[in-house]
T-cell receptor
Framework: ETGVTQTPRHLVMGMTNKKSLKCEQH?????MYWYKQSAKKPLELMFV???????ENNSVPSRFSPECPNSSHLFLHLHTLQPEDSALYLC????????????????FGPGTRLLVL | TQLLEQSPQFLSIQEGENLTVYCNSS?????LQWYRQEPGEGPVLLVT?????EVKKLKRLTFQFGDARKDSSLHITAAQPGDTGLYLC???????????FGAGTRLFVKA
């Protein structure tokens, strides 16, 4: 148990569906992240929020829409996805952004396994 | 282009064997982390190394940061089935908040 929860754990959706992924952290952290993990590829950073403000949108298609209503919750809204969007979507949090000399420790949730048909 | 190359991509060994996995880059990092990800879970931090040449030990795991801070290795002594998982290295740069991840080494330890 890392203190970061994600729901749902598994999701199957058609290309015309709209769904949302939810992430909640119970660690009192100020920064939250969405990553995409595909087989044999490095984790891809999608979005970063610090104190509820988006600080990074890493060239992610507009069919992915993040929302951070407060420092404990992060959502990823999905619409008109493509089959190549099938992957494990990981949420993470860290105490702060870690823009100093060293990396912050990121605490990951278990992920949502997404399959787009 | 991957900034962090991990090798091997996959490793299957018998319980009790020793192994080393590598994380290499042409870029300098201010710090480097190793995470382990078990099936059905997210990555969990094992260690952070920050000084060139630094060696850290965590029970049977030994982590080393290269002198030039461009590479790192993870050595496991007497591997156990509980060591099975995906080992990810991740690099950070001073003044930046992005962490660069490698694609990982998937380790399977057979009983």
């Amino acid at each position: 148990e890392t203190g970061v929860t994600q729901t749902p754990r598994h999701l199957v959706m058609g290309m015309t569906n709209k769904k949302s992924l939810k992430c909640e952290q119970h660690l009192g952290h100020n920064a939250m992240y969405w990553y995409k993990q595909s087989a044999k590829k490095p984790l891809e950073l999608m979005f970063v929020y610090s104190l509820e403000e988006r600080v990074e949108n890493n060239s992610v298609p507009s069919r992915f829409s993040p929302e951070c209503p407060n420092s404990s919750h992060l959502f990823l809204h999905l619409h008109t996805l493509q089959p190549e969007d099938s992957a494990l979507y990981l949420c993470a949090s860290s105490q702060d952004l870690g823009a100093g000399a060293f990396q912050e420790t990121q605490y990951f949730g278990p992920g949502t396994r997404l399959l787009v048909l | 282009t991957q900034l962090l190359e991990q090798s091997p991509q996959f490793l299957s060994i018998q319980e009790g064997e020793n192994l080393t996995v590598y994380c290499n880059s042409s870029s300098v990092f201010s710090s480097l982390q190793w995470y382990r990800q078990e099936p059905g879970e997210g990555p969990v931090l094992l260690v952070t190394v920050v000084t060139g040449g630094e060696v850290k030990k965590l029970k049977r795991l030994t982590f080393q940061f290269g002198d030039a801070r461009k590479d790192s290795s993870l050595h496991i002594t007497a591997a156990q089935p509980g060591d099975t998982g995906l080992y990810l290295c991740a690099g950070g740069r001073a003044g930046g908040f992005k962490t660069i991840f490698g694609a990982g080494t998937r380790l399977f330890v057979k009983a």
